[in-house]
Nanobody, 121 residues
Framework: QVQLVESGGGSVQDGGSLRLSCVVSGYISGAYSMGWFRQAPGKGREAVASMGLDGTTTYADSVKGRFTISKDNAKNTLYLQMSSLKPEDTATYSC???????????????WGQGTQVTVSS
């Protein structure tokens, strides 16, 4: 059984930093992509950052230059380093693994439960 468990969330002030971690347990066959998503109260889920099979990273425009996604394969852990945090970054952050796309529609097979990030002004 595959499980993704996030940690590292918390409350920080405007301009602060946090590092989120996502530990993957269980077996996922083959190489797989991973990503971070967030959802603020009353809003839809937003893709924040992702890392493809070849290590290519992508970021939402709203976090470019402030967030960095990385992965430690030996520890089966995905990270999201967040700096210069803003109140609008407040959300529940979740990690996901194994993206697949068909007919232009993509989905992620495995999801974590999420960790709360709150940024106060």
């Amino acid at each position: 059984q595959v499980q993704l468990v996030e940690s590292g969330g918390g409350s920080v002030q405007d301009g602060g930093s946090l590092r989120l971690s996502c530990v993957v347990s269980g077996y996922i066959s083959g190489a797989y992509s991973m990503g971070w998503f967030r959802q603020a109260p009353g809003k839809g889920r937003e893709a924040v950052a992702s890392m493809g099979l070849d290590g290519t990273t992508t970021y939402a425009d709203s976090v470019k230059g402030r967030f960095t996604i990385s992965k430690d394969n030996a520890k089966n852990t995905l990270y999201l380093q967040m700096s210069s945090l803003k109140p609008e970054d407040t959300a529940t952050y979740s990690c996901a693994a194994q993206k697949s796309c068909r007919g232009g529609v993509c989905s992620w097979r495995y999801w974590g439960q999420g960790t709360q990030v709150t940024v106060s002004s």
